[in-house]
């Protein structure tokens, strides 16, 4: 007697063949996005972020950091709760500006999964000291570098350039897990008010190994049920790029700020459901606003995941129409304390899978000589 959760886990073992072949969305997990901002701006960043969380948007924009440091921490929960989202990061210019470092955590994992293969007894009763439960998480761990590179003479053109070390773990309870590493690449260039960017990601290919650990009952079950035991596969993830315009509309010298931007995230893995696509290309657009009072409130909204689908209304299966997933959101400065809000999805708006998401930022600046001898004078006149 199985229960209809007993063997979840295993079960998904079986997906994996000696030799994998290479296959699309591979560790998708990694795709999601971080950050309220970027969230709710639909993942358009190539171009314009520049805080803590560039190190996953575009390694580059670490350059553009105002602070003398920044940390940052988001956490989610999709699939009522079931899967938890979770990123922390933190990123350190030098003295001069020119370089910046990062390092970043992300963890997207369902925990507490019941595993009851030695819950249900031979003879149908029920062993509470036996039921135990497991986690299937995902894991990736960036550390980053960036610095400004001259490449015009032109004064009002600034360029950087950025690259992350990437390693990937991934597990299921104690049956599997596996390991990977790659490395992503990233430039930003400014002139005025305009804003361009290009985000390389596993540009070498990252290969990702899985090893098994069956114990003889798992081995059992698998038998049981049909399926091959694995004992060694890989995925590969094939090179991602996101090329980035973005445009400041009105002057800086305005109070108020209106950022737009617009993003090609062009995967290489295979036809995928995307607005563009091809056998061995796809295309997805995302597009971002961002409008901000004094650099401290801050309203947002994107688009991205733009599809065209066949209308369930046809029996003829000829017409068809257009999803999207449309995200908004907020954000607050106060003090060294950002706190950015975004409500999007991990669906089209045909069959919504909505979240709430938050994320924190503290920047930490130090104070000048000049600023430090002002604060003393005032201190010693009162």
């Not at 920044?70 to 990123?91: L, P, R, T, W």
């Not at 129409?321 to 089209?348: C, E, F, H, N, R």
Request: hydrophobic residues 35%; aromatic residues 10%.
């Amino acid at each position: 007697m199985l229960s209809k959760y007993s063997f979840t886990a295993i079960l998904a073992l079986s997906s994996y063949s000696l030799s994998a072949q290479p296959k699309i969305y591979v560790n998708e997990y990694l795709n999601i996005g971080v950050g309220g901002r970027g969230l709710a701006m639909g993942g358009a960043q190539a171009a314009s972020t520049n805080d803590v969380n560039s190190g996953y948007w575009n390694p580059a924009g670490l350059t553009r950091m105002q602070d003398d440091l920044q940390v940052g921490a988001m956490h989610a929960e999709y699939f009522a709760g079931n899967a938890k989202y979770d990123f922390i990061s933190a990123a350190m210019p030098t003295k001069d500006k020119k370089r910046a470092f990062g390092i970043s955590f992300l963890r997207f994992a369902t925990d507490d999964i019941p595993y009851t293969i030695d819950y249900i007894q031979p003879d149908g009763s029920f062993d509470e000291s036996k039921l135990k439960s497991i986690s299937a998480g995902d894991y990736a761990f960036l550390l980053s570098y960036a610095q400004q590179i001259k490449i015009f003479r032109n004064k009002e053109i600034t360029t950087s350039l950025g690259a992350n070390g990437k390693i990937i773990y991934r597990n299921i309870g104690s049956m599997a897990n596996a390991w990977g590493a790659g490395v992503d690449m990233g430039i930003q260039g400014t002139y005025k008010r305009l804003l361009i960017g290009l985000s390389a990601k596993d540009i070498t290919t990252t290969y990702t190994t899985w090893s098994f650990n069956l114990t003889e009952k798992e081995k059992e079950i698998f038998g049981q049920t049909g399926n091959e035991i694995p004992v060694k596969s890989y995925e590969v993830m094939n090179p991602r790029f996101n090329m980035g315009i973005g445009y400041n509309i009105l002057k800086s010298t305005r109070k108020i700020q209106l950022l737009a931007e617009i993003n090609a995230d062009l995967t290489t893995d295979g036809k995928r459901n995307t607005l563009i696509k091809s056998k061995s290309v796809s295309i997805d657009p995302r597009l971002g606003l961002e409008l901000d009072y004094r650099k401290t409130i801050f309203l947002r909204a994107g688009v991205c995941n733009i599809q065209k689908v066949l209308d369930d209304k046809d029996s003829l299966n000829k017409k068809t129409y257009t999803l999207y997933q449309p995200s908004i959101g907020v954000g607050l400065k106060l003090g060294p304390l950002v706190v950015d809000y975004a409500y999007t999805s991990l669906q089209t708006q045909n069959n919504p899978l909505y979240s709430h998401i938050v994320s924190l930022r503290i920047d930490i600046r130090k104070m000048s000589k000049k600023t430090t001898e002002s604060v003393e004078n005032k201190e010693t006149q009162k």
